[in-house]
């Protein structure tokens, strides 16, 4: 499985951005989509995930109300329309997929594969 992201970018303080995860490859019946973001010298943070049969969602609390994750099945391309951006928002905006279930796990040890990764900044 491949997985590719794109979308990211400089932007203002309480702008939007939309970034786009493609997946290519051979895949489950189920499986899970999720965004992560990465500051740096830390380790990766979960940010929201989808199962891809039921389009169930979980979200971290900070970004709860401004992010939504939502996938194209045509595509095969999962979406995180990121609204009211704050600089704290500013990190490396990951991709993931855990194959086999349609369970939200928000540990990055339990993802299979990564994309590689998309810069996101937010200027005060």
């Known amino acids: 499985v491949q997985l590719v992201e794109s979308g990211g970018r400089l932007v203002q303080t309480g702008e939007s951005l939309r970034l786009s995860c493609a997946a290519s490859g051979r895949t489950f019946s189920d499986y899970v989509m999720a965004w992560f973001r990465q500051y740096p010298g830390t380790e990766r943070e979960f940010v929201a995930a989808i199962s891809w049969r039921t389009s169930n969602t979980k979200y971290t609390d900070s970004v709860k109300g401004r992010f939504t994750i939502f996938r194209d099945n045509a595509e095969n391309t999962m979406y995180l329309q990121m609204n009211s951006l704050k600089p704290a928002d500013t990190a490396i905006y990951y991709c993931?997929?855990?194959?086999?279930?349609?369970?939200?796990?928000?540990?990055?040890?339990?993802?299979?594969?990564w994309g590689q990764g998309t810069q996101v900044t937010v200027s005060s």
């Open positions: 993931a997929i855990i194959q086999g279930t349609n369970y939200l796990p928000e540990s990055a040890e339990l993802y299979d594969y």
